[in-house]
């Protein structure tokens, strides 16, 4: 039996939850969680709007024909970038999600809202500090903040007082569901979506804890207290952080994903089981990807990093596999459900490709498996790595992971939001239901651009691919300078995108039509079956998804064999 609002216990304050009912979904909002929502979701999207102009910058200098910044200004601008979007953006959009995925999905009342706000008063704060040291100069040591290079000290305690914030907001989560489980407010085992919400909040806490761990005695060393850590240990360490951050972000947009498909589509997993289990292999492997950084390093042995990069991590790779095929899966079995059963590809055609929520779901998941996946599980190969490790392919890679995959991803989340969240109407919906198609175009091409330059040797962090004030001349191949450009065009469709997206969402929550208590708004697609039970799809039969996960597997068989061919022909045998 679920319980309703006013048979819940009092909470510690005494004061009587106080909730609404969504007309939409029928989700019960605790309003103290929603108003947490709306502050860590904005707070988002400013540092998105931050971090995007600097990310354009750094663009807008590599592109050789344009070269708009001096060397020390793209040196500052690209920490910046990476501290912003990386960072500040991901985590505070996390939260929120957080926050929507226990209190929300599940009925509940959020658990001590004063702590969950002075989780977000700490990662302010903290964010704020950094990026002042980081504009202030002296802190140009780019994203990775290697030692010896040494920053100012408040970029390092504006990082620490950041993790300390997140730690404490998933405290929060964690009791959250606590307060849900107690208060009996669902029955059986929480939702998937709020399944991959935990996992992602256990790799959070391991991801914060490494940033903490080294993140204050280089804050120490800065201060002149204690001698320098070791940049080896520091590396290893911090790599804990700076790469397991983004397998937060797998997990939340992995879980964004099944969301979108069972709101707008009235779409179930194939297998709760199994795409459970898909989420269980990230906990225990997926933070193993980390070690792909440090393949060039002489310190570690080539077991740790073939054990590390390749055994443990096909497991996780194992579980994206599980998930590139249950989401489109579901997303088939509902349509033909629905009534789309025409063909193998006729569920797809008549996908709702106008709603930007589902659109940009979909092109997140496909640029996030074909272009992410496939070159990370390349770059995770400790031979191939050698090769490619410090040129521009690794910030295309990633650029394929968390702007084509994760921020795609967010982005599409947002348009959900707005009317079940922020209770209002999108203002512009033909600009949103172009955004997801003109950021995605931006974002694919960023990431394969790079990876073509990479792959023809440009340098990963240089400041002039032409090296015109070098004492000793060097030329890349033509075509590199031509994949640079065609980069830097490509970031500006990335922009374009990513302002389409913050105008619209910042007009909607200051001037878009509001949706009253107990109003209604059309979130799924006309012929969509809503989801009233939580479970699995008996018998489905979804020959599409088949087709496409074959295509898929060729596609990474050639690539994977494409760059093998390369490293023979980089290290011919005489």
């Not at 344009?66 to 793209?74: G, S, T």
């Not at 730690?167 to 029955?187: H, I, K, P, Q, S």
């Not at 012929?527 to 699995?536: D, L, W």
Request: one cysteine or more.
């Amino acid at each position: 039996m679920v319980a309703t609002p006013e048979s819940l216990p009092l909470p510690a304050a005494h004061e009587e939850p106080r909730f609404r009912t969504c007309a939409s979904t029928g989700l019960k909002i605790h309003l103290a969680a929603q108003t947490l929502i709306k502050a860590n979701a904005v707070t988002a999207v400013v540092f998105l709007a931050i971090g995007g102009l600097f990310g354009l910058l750094v663009a807008l200098t590599r592109w050789p024909a344009v070269h708009l910044l001096p060397a020390d200004w793209f040196y500052l601008v690209l920490t910046a970038h990476g501290l912003d979007v990386l960072l500040l953006w991901i985590i505070f959009f996390e939260i929120a999600i957080l926050y929507f995925a226990s209190a929300v999905l599940l009925g509940s009342r959020i658990a001590a809202p004063r702590v969950a706000w002075a989780a977000y008063a700490l990662m302010l704060i903290g964010g704020l500090i950094t990026n002042v040291a980081v504009l202030q100069g002296g802190s140009t040591v780019m994203f990775t903040s290697y030692t010896p290079m040494m920053a100012a000290p408040n970029f390092y305690l504006g990082l620490i007082i950041f993790a300390v914030g997140a730690l404490v907001a998933l405290g929060v989560f964690f009791g959250t569901l606590v307060v849900a489980r107690d208060e009996r407010t669902y029955e059986g085992s929480v939702p998937l979506v709020t399944f991959g919400a935990i996992t992602a909040a256990i790799i959070a806490v391991f991801t914060l804890a490494s940033g903490a761990i080294i993140l204050i005695p280089t804050y120490l060393w800065s201060l002149g207290l204690i001698s320098m850590p070791d940049p080896l240990t520091y590396k290893l360490i911090w790599w804990g952080m700076g790469h397991s951050s983004q397998q937060i972000n797998v997990s939340a947009h992995v879980s964004i994903w099944y969301l979108i498909a069972a709101v707008v589509l009235g779409a179930k997993p194939l297998s709760e089981k199994v795409s459970r289990m898909a989420f269980f292999l990230y906990i225990l492997f997926l933070q193993l990807a980390s070690a792909h950084h440090l393949m060039v390093e002489p310190g570690l042995s080539s077991e740790w990093k073939v054990f590390n990069t390749s055994y443990a991590m096909y497991l996780a790779v194992l579980g994206s596999m599980i998930h590139g095929m249950t989401v489109p899966g579901a997303i088939e079995a509902a349509q033909r459900a629905n009534g789309y059963d025409k063909g193998l590809f006729g569920w797809l055609r008549h996908a709702p490709w106008g709603n930007p929520a589902f659109a940009g779901m979909f092109l997140s998941l496909i640029m996030f498996g074909f272009i992410g996946g496939i070159s990370g599980v390349v770059l995770g190969t400790e031979q191939i790595n050698l090769i490619m490790h410090n040129t521009i392919y690794v910030p295309g890679h990633f650029h394929g992971t968390v702007v084509a995959g994760t921020t795609l991803a967010f982005m599409a989340g947002t348009w959900l939001l707005l009317p079940l969240i922020f209770q209002r109407e999108i203002i512009w919906p033909r600009i949103a239901r172009w955004q997801p198609y003109i950021f995605a175009i931006g974002a694919g091409g960023i990431s394969l651009f790079m990876m073509g330059a990479g792959t023809l040797g440009v340098a990963r962090r240089h400041w002039d691919i032409t090296f015109a004030d070098a004492s000793m001349s060097f030329s890349y191949p033509p075509a590199a300078f031509l994949m640079m450009g065609l980069n830097g065009i490509c970031a500006l469709f990335a922009a374009t995108g990513g302002i389409m997206y913050i105008l619209t969402v910042v007009a909607t929550v200051l001037w878009g039509k509001r949706i009253a208590d107990g109003q209604a708004v059309q979130l799924a697609s006309p012929k969509a079956r809503v989801v009233t039970e939580y479970g699995s799809i008996e018998h489905p039969k979804i020959p599409g998804t088949i087709i496409l996960t074959v295509i898929f597997f060729v596609a990474f068989v050639l690539y994977y064999y494409v760059n093998w061919k390369y490293l023979a022909e980089v290290w011919p045998m005489r």
